[in-house]
């Protein structure tokens, strides 16, 4: 059993930043990658970043480069997105997903076995 546990999320301004945590626990010795998705209010779920185990490679969505960074802490199972100059259309639920697969960062929802809970982000103009 894995868990997902976010947190970090909350009202914010446009231009302003948040910082995002994902704890992974329960059996994460087969974990090789984790990613950040996100999904508005009645729009379909998106991947937004994504890192695997051994940090090389990473990977973010057009829409996010230069603004979201995804890191993570190997020794705390856990992994950071950092958002920067946020937008009003970066407001829906955050989620962070893990799966086993090695090699380059997936970026597709079927991809990842394990979910959080979300966390919601809202962006106030």
């Known amino acids: 059993q894995v868990q997902l546990v976010e947190s970090g999320g909350g009202l914010v301004q446009a231009g302003g930043s948040l910082r995002l945590s994902c704890t992974i626990s329960?059996?994460?010795?087969?974990?090789?990658?984790m990613a950040w998705f996100r999904q508005p209010l009645g729009k379909e779920r998106e991947f937004v970043a994504g890192i695997n185990r051994p940090n090389t490679d990473t990977k973010n969505t057009d829409s996010v480069k230069g603004r979201f960074s995804i890191s993570k802490d190997n020794t705390n199972n856990t992994a950071f997105l950092q958002i920067d100059m946020l937008k009003t259309e970066d407001t829906a639920v955050y989620y962070c997903?893990?799966?086993?697969?090695?090699?380059?960062?997936?970026?597709?929802?079927?991809?990842?076995?394990?979910w959080g809970q979300g966390t919601q982000v809202t962006v106030s103009s």
């Open positions: 997903a893990a799966n086993q697969l090695r090699g380059a960062v997936r970026m597709t929802i079927a991809d990842y076995e394990h």
């Open positions: 329960g059996h994460t010795s087969g974990i090789y990658a």
